[in-house]
């Protein structure tokens, strides 16, 4: 993003930068061709407004768009547009993902040039999570405490140890933010309307709750101040 804005001379609009992973690439009603014309229509548009398109994780392309009757997937039909460099496109892929992408499409994989990126540091995630928690908290009303920023980067190491552990905790993060600023509705004038509540905080203890509801672990399982009782697990 900063080389985006760093090479677009002044007063020229940035170039577009779209999210279009396999799921929504294949989204849709499921007729026969709706995919494939959505993917090849998705790319011509691209093309034409010289935007960049993160394509989400890369080894998903492989599996996108096939059924019980047919293996065509997404990437076997980007193939031809991907190697005509007709589309800047980016995506990512962990370095077990990316050694399954070339044992199963070596002519897929060498389209992409790897870039490797290290981990965030411990110190330099919780700065990741404190500005996500800022921006998203002014966004929704919500005050997140730190205790509650701990909280989440513990669960997801506990809990999320496949995929990225910032990404999993930027993304359980902002999950946890929206629920707590869900608004309520109030009828006005024979309408439903959203009404915006005060400000709410996110707490170290709601965090866990909300966690607990999601994935099904028993908040006694996830909090040291609840105490187990051994009838109830035998």
């Known amino acids: 993003a900063r080389r985006l804005v760093a090479s677009s001379p002044p007063g020229k609009p940035l170039r577009p930068f779209f999210q279009l992973d396999g799921s929504r690439l294949i989204a849709g009603d499921g007729f026969f061709g709706d995919w494939q014309r959505q993917t090849i229509d998705a790319f011509a548009e691209a093309h034409e407004a010289e935007a960049l398109l993160h394509l989400g994780r890369l080894i998903d392309l492989l599996d996108a768009g096939k059924s019980a009757h047919s293996d065509d997937n997404v990437a076997q039909l980007l193939l ?9 496109v980016v995506a990512e892929a962990t370095p077990e993902e990316w050694a399954r992408l070339k044992d199963r499409n070596q002519s ?13 540091t411990p110190s330099e995630t919780a700065d990741v999570l404190a500005r996500i928690a800022l921006h998203e908290g002014k966004r929704r009303d919500v005050v997140t405490e730190e205790a509650a920023v701990d909280e989440v980067r513990a669960l997801v190491k506990r809990f999320r140890p496949y995929g990225s552990p910032l990404g999993n905790s930027v993304s359980l993060l902002r999950r946890l933010i929206d629920g707590v600023a869900e608004p309520v509705e109030k009828t006005v004038a024979g309408q439903k309307q959203a009404a915006r509540r005060k400000a709410v905080r996110l707490t170290r203890e709601e965090v866990v709750r909300r966690f607990s509801l999601e994935s099904g672990v ?17």
Do not use: C, G, N, W
């Open 80 to 88: 031809p547009t991907l190697a005509a460099r007709d589309v800047a």
């Open 108 to 120: 897929f994989a060498r389209l992409f040039a790897p870039l490797t990126i290290d981990e965030p």
């Open 218 to 234: 028993p908040e006694e399982l996830l909090r040291d101040d609840l105490k187990l009782d051994p009838d109830e697990v035998r």
